[in-house]
């Protein structure tokens, strides 16, 4: 591809491809979005993407046009390149050589950044490079992030971007953009939007942790000068926005044109076809009318735009505060999240107890080649949940209910089979001590990269017997509600490694559960908990670590409570809560009239709920768990919520779970009151999908606004003690700051009619949120703490029973072991066993032969990113085996597995790699030889 010299507006001719918004996948395949509905979207807008990419081929098969620019097609979405190369194997040929073939990122999809997991994000386009690769496409990818349709963006997303190794990323919705309508901060200062309008539309975006990625906001959209229907859009896009702020060099202007909307293409040159590609091109650029100053045309890519420009980019954005577009979106369809979430964290613990395998045990090769293969299935299914209109829950009903939630759960069964096999695997290659038993052997694995222990659940009929005590456990162990068993383990499990337990013969803890009673009352080690029925069973004192987190203080000096469950009503959509500006309207008491946004309502509807006696469902010593309903009548309709509560012995938290359905145009709330405040006012300090922010997003409409949070949220500013919240699923938290109430807010269920924004569709659908409470330490979040607690409350340690013991002959595993250990404050938050592998002789065992295989490790550090990390592998194959050496080799690469210019160098000692990073994420690749083998394993 030319390099291209301003003055230009270049043009780059696309297609915007939705996985599934209003149709599904298969059907845009083949029919195309739907002709006859009512949204944002004319009727008759776009075709199937068969024909379009049957569109794209034709224009590059034959020599270019005789005048006028070259045709350039780039693509974003890998999934419908796969799906029409599946149908049309013919056409594979042509693009793979076709230069003017271009691959935005290589994603499987585009995803959502705010509300998707932060792998699950990266996955998506590790997913798509790795296939384009097996098909010979990958030299056809550019280094960008195409996430035009994005609603609202996490403002530390440079640390993924900068991770990935890519180089530029374009986007088009920030809070004030034209999509629907200009909206404007409370105060009438500038907009986002139009700060980027007035200071830079290209841009260096900054993190908290320094990864800066160029940006091009797109003023006009992601279909700016055309959409199919308007040939002269080219002409008028360039006259309403030449005047912002373009990069310019040696004061000529360049502009970028993203040109083709939802599903939009037209041929290249067909005729009588006024609005055809070379048509629109050569028109602008032989209009005798256009202004002096306005710059010829030509046709290409993002890239090239972004490397013509990339030395004159303008102010730089530290952070970009663009995560308040819209905030419905973190609490609609919240089934979708709570399936997104765990499945991606249970296929990231199988992920690490395969690699884990591959490393210490001598299993068949072809074993574990199976069981990656197995985890990466888990990968396929679950990546396109990240789209922009699938995590988000902004299709209509019958989209999400026919492809977005069976296949998300499909993704959860798959990981969850996964994850059972990976320990399965492990407790059955762990041998005994020899001598006399010491009880019922049980494996626990822990699915994260922190070390930790915690409260063990063993399912009824997993061993036979009865136990009382636990080796290698702490204290008694108490009989389940279920018929299982519960025992505590220390602190010790290493990150992505196992223990084993041995369960002694006894007989379990049960203790008899108290009476009903109104006011209930338990205390632990570490929490003492007050639950009143006549406050519908919310909590009046939570006393954590000797702290009162719940003091009696604030304007009325009354008593506080935490957790109680309030119905809003909400007139807002799918993508928005009743309080943002839903349209826009004009007051024309001024000349000329202004606009002014139209805002619906989000409100408290006092709605009363009464508890029930409540049921004690476990009494320690091990755990207690209370359960009571809650209920009302929301208008004409009675509404019912299930609240448990659940206290582990050991931990410094109180788990929350609640069970219901959100009423018609209504949120669910959880509140909690307050401590009174700094002057300063509250905050918030939470996670994002890979690092943490805690900048208050600029007020679009009146309290509250909800942050996209990513697991945990933290209060700020609180005279008092500090709440935490602990989250898996449960994305939508805001604090809310009036006269004489001051509390923290979670949006738990949320059924609206999504009648505006394109998308039709409610949520009537029965939910259960889990969350849990606990204290802000100090500076939690630079010692990776918050998010240490987090994954520990919400991965539980996953038991398997070991069941024949093995001889000791050398093929089996320890009672223990670890994949890897960081230093603090870093954790390690992905694995991955990279295909490949080759074989090693061993010279000194005949016979034998070891794999040489590479798997690589993410690891994330909170702060302090110039300080030395070292990563130990504390279960190396032992180096004293003759003529055996493990030969651990280490490098660091970007979180796309492909090498990173400027990578910091890695020093390789023993068992242990230590390099400085330059980011909050780094990704490490480790090469080393496993065990060795006897032949005719499997191989």
């Known amino acids: 591809m030319v390099a291209l010299t301003p003055p230009f507006v270049l043009v780059c001719p696309t297609s915007h491809l939705d996985w599934d918004w209003h149709d599904t996948f298969v059907e845009y395949c083949e029919i195309g979005p739907p002709t006859g509905y009512n949204g944002d979207v004319a009727t008759g807008y776009g075709g199937a993407v068969n024909d ?158 320094g990864s800066t990625i160029l940006t091009h906001f797109m003023p006009a959209t992601y279909g700016a000068p055309w959409d199919g229907q308007h040939p002269t859009g080219l002409q008028a896009f360039v006259e309403s926005n030449v005047s912002m702020a373009w990069p310019t060099i040696d004061g000529l202007t360049a502009m970028f044109s993203p040109a083709g909307g939802d599903f939009v293409f037209s041929q290249w040159n067909q005729p009588g076809n006024a609005g055809s590609w070379l048509t629109m091109v050569n028109g602008y650029n032989q209009n005798t009318s256009k202004k002096a100053g306005d710059p010829p045309a030509t046709t290409g890519t993002f890239s090239q735009f972004m490397t013509a420009v990339a030395g004159s980019a303008k102010n730089p954005q530290a952070p970009l505060l663009a995560q308040n577009y819209w905030t419905g979106i973190f609490a609609s369809r919240p089934r979708l999240k709570v399936l997104h979430y765990r499945a991606a964290q249970r296929a990231l613990a199988a992920e ?162 108290p009476p009903p009673s109104d006011i209930v009352k338990v205390a632990t080690d570490r929490v003492a908990l007050t639950l009143d029925r006549s406050k519908a069973w919310a909590i009046t004192s939570l006393v954590i ?146 690092h943490w922010d805690d900048h208050a997003p600029v007020p679009y409409w009146t309290d509250p606004t909800f942050r996209a949070t990513h697991d945990f949220v933290q209060t700020t500013g609180s005279v008092g003690p500090e709440l935490a919240i602990y989250h898996q699923s449960v994305p939508a938290w805001a604090t809310l700051d009036s006269k004489d109430k001051w509390q923290l807010l979670g949006a738990l269920l949320r059924n609206n009619d999504g009648t505006d924004r394109g998308a039709a569709g409610t949520d009537p659908g029965v939910h259960t949120m889990e969350y849990a409470i606990g204290r802000t330490d100090t500076n939690p979040v630079a010692t990776g703490d918050a998010l240490g607690t987090a994954l520990y409350v919400n991965n539980p340690l996953v038991p398997a029973v070991v069941g024949i013991n093995r001889p000791n002959t050398g093929v089996s595993l320890p009672l223990a072991a670890s994949l890897a250990t960081i230093s603090r404050p870093g954790i390690l938050r992905a694995v991955r066993t990279q295909p490949g592998s080759s074989t090693v002789n061993i010279p000194d065992l005949p016979g034998y032969y070891a794999e040489r295989k590479a798997f690589s490790l993410r690891a994330y550090l909170p702060a302090s990113f110039q300080n030395e990390v070292r990563i130990t592998l504390p279960d190396l194959p032992s180096p004293g085996l003759p003529g055996y050496d493990p030969d651990l080799a280490a490098v660091v690469i970007s979180a796309l597995e492909e090498p990173m210019s400027g990578a910091p160098q890695v020093t390789v000692s023993g068992d242990q790699i230590s390099f400085t990073p330059q980011r909050a994420l780094t990704t490490v690749q480790f090469t080393m030889t496993r065990w060795p083998t006897l032949p005719g394993n499997g191989k």
């Open 352 to 513: 690490a107890a395969a690699a884990l395998l591959r490393m210490t045990s001598t299993y068949a090769s072809a074993v574990l080649d199976d069981l990656d293969t197995a985890v990466d299935e888990i990968w396929q299914v679950l990546v396109p949940s990240s789209h922009h209109d699938y995590i988000t829950g902004t299709s209509p009903d019958r989209v999400y209910w026919t492809e977005q939630l069976p296949q998300l759960e499909l993704a959860d069964r798959l990981a969850d089979q996964c994850l059972t096999r990976a320990a399965g695997l492990i407790a059955a290659a762990v041998t005994l001590p020899s001598g006399p038993s010491q009880g019922s052997p049980v494996v626990l694995f822990n699915p994260v990269g922190w070390q930790r222990g915690g409260v063990v659940h063993l399912p009824a009929g997993a061993v036979t017997g009865s136990f009382g005590s636990v080796i290698g456990g702490i204290g008694s162990v108490q009989t389940a509600a279920d018929g299982g068993l519960l025992f505590q383990v220390p602190a010790d499990i290493g990150s992505f490694g196992y223990a084993t337990v041995f369960l002694k013969p006894g007989t379990p803890v049960t203790n008899p559960l």
């Open 52 to 209: 379009i990419l049957g569109g794209v081929c034709q224009l590059l098969s034959p020599p270019p046009p005789s005048s006028g620019p070259s045709f350039y097609y780039s693509l974003a979405e890998v999934a419908y390149l796969q799906a029409f190369l599946a149908a049309n194997p013919d056409k594979l040929a042509l693009l793979q050589s076709a230069d003017g073939f271009v691959l935005m990122g290589g994603g499987i999809t585009s995803p959502d950044n705010l509300i998707c997991h932060g792998e699950v994000f990266i996955r998506n386009y590790l997913v798509g490079r790795r296939w384009l690769e097996s098909v010979g496409m990958a030299g056809h990818v550019d280094s960008v992030a195409w996430l035009p349709d994005d609603f609202g963006h996490d403002p530390q997303l440079p640390v993924a971007l900068a991770a990935m190794g890519l180089q530029f990323l374009g986007l088009s919705r920030v809070p004030g953009s034209v999509q629907p309508f200009a909206n404007i901060p409370l105060d009438k200062s500038p907009s986002m939007a139009a700060k980027l309008e007035s200071g830079g539309l290209v841009f260096p975006w900054i993190a908290e942790d």
């Open 545 to 690: 670590d000797g702290a009162e987190m719940l003091p009696p203080n604030g304007p009325s000096k009354s008593a506080r409570v935490g957790n109680s469950i309030r119905l809003y009503k909400d007139t807002g959509n799918l993508y928005q809560f009743g309080n943002e500006p839903l349209q826009m309207s004009q007051d024309y008491t001024t000349k000329p009239p202004t606009p002014v946004p139209v805002m619906g309502t989000f409100k408290d509807s006092d709605t009363k709920l009464a508890g029930d006696a409540g049921e004690w469902i476990e009494h320690g010593p091990v755990r207690w768990h209370f359960r009571a309903t809650l209920t009302g009548a929301y208008g004409s309709q009675p509404v019912s919520y299930t609240l448990d509560y659940l206290i582990h012995a050991g931990e410094p938290v109180l788990r929350i779970r609640l069970t219901g359905a959100a009423p018609p145009a209504t949120s669910v709330l959880t509140s909690f009151d307050l401590a009174a405040h700094s002057r300063a006012g509250y905050g918030l300090t939470y996670g994002t999908a890979q």
